[in-house]
Every structure is written in C-alpha cells, then in structure tokens.
C-alpha cells in the first residue's frame, strides 16, 4: 500500500462524543504516522436530525483536539448524482433491483423467519421479478445466497459470515435517498480510502459492505474495528 488515506465521518446530530473522537485521534495519528492523507467527511444523510449547529460543534471539538484535515470536509447531502451513478452501476450489472413490499409486508416476513428458528429478514419476494421503477419502489442489493464473507480485520482476526443470514438490504429508500451502507461505500471507494478504523459497533455492517464493493469491482480497505469505549457500568461513554 502505497500512500495510506485513513477517514473519519461523523454524523452532526449532536455533539462529537468520546467514542467518535478517539475514533477520529486514531485514524489521524496513522495517516500522519504513514506519511499518508487523512479525510474529513460529514454524514449528514439524516436530514431530520442533522444541524448546522453540529457540524459547527464537530469542527470546533476536532481543532480543539488538534486535528487537522487534508481533504474536505466533504457533506453527502451534495453528493447525491455520485450515489444515483453507482446504483445504476448496480442495476446494470444485475446486482441490484425493484422491490415493491410494504412495511407490513416485510414485518410478517421477519416474523415468520424467527418463528422458523431463522434471523429476521427480507425473503427475496421480489428478487427475480424484474420490477421497473415506481413512487413507492425501494432498491435492494442482491446478496448472494451461499457461500461466506469473511471481514479480515487486522485487530479482531478473520470474522466469517454466512451469506444465507444476510438478506437483500435496502441500498436507495423510495424517496431517492440512499442508505448507510451504500454511500459509506462509494464515498470511500471515490475519496481512495485504503484504511477503515473504526468502532466494532459496525462490524455487523462490514459483510455487506464488503459484498457492495466486489459487486462495484473495487479493492478492499484494510478493516480495523476497535473495542468501544465503555463506562464502569459496561455502557458506552
């Protein structure tokens, strides 16, 4: 690896807390260790509880730190054509598609699958429909059904997933906006992240961002998840 570019992506729905600021220590001390680049990115994708006030305060806690940037501060509110083009990309490639359930539709589904002894999940109804797009469509990515994804994390070891426990997720709402996993994805594979440190809060995330990324034909970051940092009491600080 060349020229390691590490980044940290706080969300502005409140202040930076404990955890997101070592988080954040962490990912600049290696890109400036490695000679490397450290990136900046505000995901702002909830928009109903995002402020400007805490992009201001997030800004404000990390110069207190002493941490500085090298690029951005990128916002993934202005990036939308960015996601749109990639989830064509998807669809094109038939790693994506349409899905038209309900809500209820879906509830009863994960109700079935735990009364089945299964984990609760979207059973694949609309898989191989070919469903063209509609006002109340939501696009699915097409997990494989078999097989594994194994995260490679340099803190934890190897973490093995069945692929049959993780179901076809949500990558774009019906309202156009893109989900959590997804644009975590192509921000990172367009920004050259090569180096994900993060809290092991997102391992469960890890799989499926793995499998977005082989399906957009891109490299892996190197993964590493760390301990979360915890109260007396066992809670997070």
Same mark, same amino acid.
């Given at each position: 690896?060349?020229?390691?570019?590490?980044?940290?992506?706080?969300?502005?729905?409140?202040?930076?807390?404990?955890?997101?600021?070592?988080?954040?220590?962490?990912?600049?001390?290696?890109?400036?260790?490695?000679?490397?680049?450290?990136?900046?990115?505000?995901?702002?994708?909830?928009?109903?509880?995002?402020?400007?006030?805490?992009?201001?305060?997030?800004?404000?806690?990390?110069?207190?730190?002493?941490?500085?940037?090298?690029?951005?501060?990128?916002?993934?509110?202005?990036?939308?054509?960015?996601?749109?083009?990639?989830?064509?990309?998807?669809?094109?490639? /038939?790693?994506?598609?349409?899905?038209?359930?309900?809500?209820?539709?879906?509830? +009863? %589904? *994960?109700?079935? @699958?735990?009364?089945? #002894?299964?984990?609760?999940?979207?059973? /694949?109804?609309?898989?191989?429909?070919?469903?063209?797009?509609?006002?109340?469509? +939501? %696009? *699915?990515?097409? @997990?494989?059904?078999? #097989?594994?994804?194994?995260?490679?994390?340099?803190?934890?070891?190897?973490?093995?997933?069945?692929?049959?426990?993780?179901?076809?997720?949500?990558?774009?709402?019906?309202?156009?906006?893109?989900?959590?996993?997804?644009?975590?994805?192509?921000?990172?594979?367009?920004?050259?992240?090569?180096?994900?440190?993060?809290?092991?809060?997102?391992?469960?995330?890890?799989?499926?961002?793995?499998?977005?990324?082989?399906?957009?034909?891109?490299?892996?970051?190197?993964?590493?998840?760390?301990?979360?940092?915890?109260?007396?009491?066992?809670?997070?600080?």
């Amino acid at each position: 690896m060349k020229n390691i570019i590490t980044r940290f992506p706080p969300s502005p729905t409140g202040y930076l807390h404990v955890g997101g600021a070592r988080t954040a220590i962490f990912n600049w001390l290696y890109a400036r260790h490695m000679n490397g680049k450290f990136v900046l990115r505000i995901e702002d994708t909830d928009v109903k509880r995002s402020t400007q006030a805490s992009v201001d305060a997030i800004f404000e806690a990390l110069q207190w730190l002493g941490i500085d940037w090298d690029d951005g501060p990128y916002f993934q509110t202005q990036r939308f054509d960015i996601y749109r083009e990639h989830i064509q990309k998807l669809v094109d490639s /038939g790693h994506a598609y349409y899905c038209t359930c309900t809500p209820e539709q879906i509830d +009863v %589904m *994960r109700r079935e @699958a735990m009364a089945s #002894g299964g984990k609760p999940r979207y059973d /694949g109804t609309c898989r191989e429909k070919g469903l063209g797009k509609t006002d109340d469509a +939501v %696009m *699915r990515f097409k @997990a494989p059904l078999a #097989g594994t994804t194994v995260v490679e994390d340099v803190i934890k070891g190897n973490i093995v997933f069945q692929n049959d426990e993780l179901d076809d997720f949500v990558i774009c709402r019906s309202d156009q906006t893109p989900t959590y996993n997804f644009v975590v994805v192509v921000d990172d594979i367009t920004m050259g992240i090569n180096t994900v440190i993060r809290g092991d809060d997102h391992v469960m995330n890890t799989p499926k961002q793995i499998l977005l990324y082989r399906a957009l034909n891109c490299p892996l970051p190197v993964f590493g998840h760390v301990p979360m940092v915890l109260g007396k009491d066992k809670t997070r600080l």
